[in-house]
């Protein structure tokens, strides 16, 4: 089949999320099919995926065993609510992520999307507080450089300034803790030495606020869209031991650390740091049907359902919440997880990724590389005057050598779909060399 197809002459009619319009429209970038570790651009050429999409294809793409999920459950039941009905395949699905996910996270709220998983959860701190008489809780605490979504509470909790700066005071008393990027951690293979301490940040914030205010903490246990910001040596450690001697329930967003991205299920497990509540998308479905979803520990389960009103316990869901295409595709997607053994290959390839990316150092305006499981960020420096300007040269220029990238700045961030060869991880940085050696 020819995957070429006609570009459509007008590109202003789709106002486009988190990109730069006008430069897309001088200079677009066009996928019309993919297939496993590539997509196909509209004028024919093979792009390597670098990047899972945005973070998110972890099984790679059209995998049959989720596309015939699909194609089968949307003949057999397009739609069924979840509102006071329901259908096998969301309870089933439930159960198979609780046995996936930490001991002890034991019930999932569904959503479609990372940003409503996020405000999910953080609703469910807030009723879980309520619920047992302690409803002066309703501070919420991110953390600077954190992203949680684009919903109000998740803006409101991110800490990426940009994300923020546009809207104004935000819906609800929030504040933040400081990020974990040192200078001295620099060219770190995994999670860096120094910064455990900075968790002991959070113990500023409730000398301030007073712990009898906070709900809870939100954090990427790896920080992904600021650019790749892992958590130094035993610092998810010391955040977990601070919010339990002062009753603030942790949340980690999951979003992009669940589903094999560190090679462990979640990044719950692979820090080995249980939170309370844990935020899921984009991996759940492998980005096939939209889905998102907050997992809660049985604790606050069962004192917001036995404590939260009667009948309707907690008000709070979507039309889609459990949608059934995209449990078909998630139990499809989880299926292939484990019949490929795709996280254990992460795992054992991790090695070989942090190798190879680390001898990208000496390459010109290199001033950071941080690796963890299948994840990778080179830094560049800002070009002076213009920062920002070095990592939008980078997308187009990979894209044009058959590459997708993603940036933040001028960091580039890799995560490849989990089934990727060694082979194509060397044509990854192969690529990514020459593109930054054309940048000056
Ligand atoms: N939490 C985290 C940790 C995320 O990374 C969201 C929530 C929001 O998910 P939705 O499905 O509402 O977009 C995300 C999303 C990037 C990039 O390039 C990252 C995301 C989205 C788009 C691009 O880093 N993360």
């Given at each position: ?100 996910m ?33 409803g002066?809780?309703v ?75 906070i ?7 790896m ?44 990044g ?12 899921l ?120 050598k ?19 060869s ?19």
């Amino acid at each position: 089949m020819d995957a070429r197809v006609t570009r459509p002459n007008d590109l202003s009619g789709f106002w486009m999320p988190y990109t730069a319009n006008k430069a897309f429209r001088e200079r677009p970038r066009m996928c019309v099919s993919a297939k496993d570790m590539h997509y196909v651009a509209d004028d024919g050429r093979l792009i390597l995926d670098g990047t899972a999409a945005l973070w998110c294809v972890n099984a790679g793409h059209a995998r049959p065993r989720i596309v015939e999920a699909v194609q089968r459950q949307v003949a057999e039941l397009d739609f069924a609510p979840s509102f006071q009905f329901g259908h096998p395949k969301a309870f089933t699905l439930a159960s198979r992520i609780a046995q996936m996910m930490p001991a002890g996270l034991d019930h999932v709220f569904f959503a479609n999307s990372g940003s409503e998983a996020v405000d999910s959860a953080l609703k469910i701190a807030l009723a879980y507080h309520r619920a047992r008489g302690e409803g002066q809780r309703v501070r919420l605490i991110g953390r600077e450089r954190g992203y949680h979504g684009s919903g109000f509470g998740g803006t409101a909790v991110g800490g990426i300034v940009k994300n923020r700066a546009a809207f104004g005071a935000q819906v609800h008393p929030v504040d933040h803790i400081r990020h974990t990027h040192l200078p001295e951690n620099r060219f770190s293979r995994g999670c860096p030495a120094h910064g455990a301490e900075l968790a002991d940040d959070l113990e500023r914030l409730v000398a301030l606020h007073d712990a009898s205010t906070i709900a809870a903490v939100i954090v990427e246990p790896m920080a992904g869209s600021t650019g790749v910001l892992l958590p130094p040596q035993g610092y998810l450690e010391r955040l977990r031991s601070i919010c339990d001697r002062h009753g603030i329930l942790l949340i980690f967003d999951e979003v992009i650390t669940a589903f094999g991205r560190l090679g462990a299920p979640s990044g719950a497990e692979f820090f080995g740091v249980t939170p309370d509540i844990m935020t899921l998308a984009k991996g759940i479905t492998n980005a096939t049907v939209p889905m998102g979803a907050a997992v809660v520990s049985d604790e606050i389960y069962r004192t917001v359902t036995d404590n939260g009103g009667p009948l309707i316990e907690f008000f709070h869901g979507y039309t889609y919440s459990g949608h059934p295409l995209a449990c078909a595709a998630a139990l499809a997607t989880l299926e292939t997880y484990e019949e490929e053994g795709l996280f254990a290959r992460t795992a054992a390839l991790a090695p070989a990724w942090e190798e190879r990316i680390h001898r990208l150092r000496e390459r010109r305006n290199v001033v950071d590389i941080r690796n963890l499981g299948l994840v990778g960020a080179v830094e560049l420096a800002p070009r002076e005057g213009a920062p920002g300007a070095r990592g939008y040269e980078a997308i187009w220029r990979a894209f044009d050598k058959g590459l997708m990238v993603r940036v933040t700045g001028d960091i580039i961030a890799l995560s490849p779909p989990l089934i990727v060869s060694e082979e194509q991880v060397d044509e990854m940085f192969s690529t990514l060399e020459a593109v930054i050696d054309e940048i000056d």
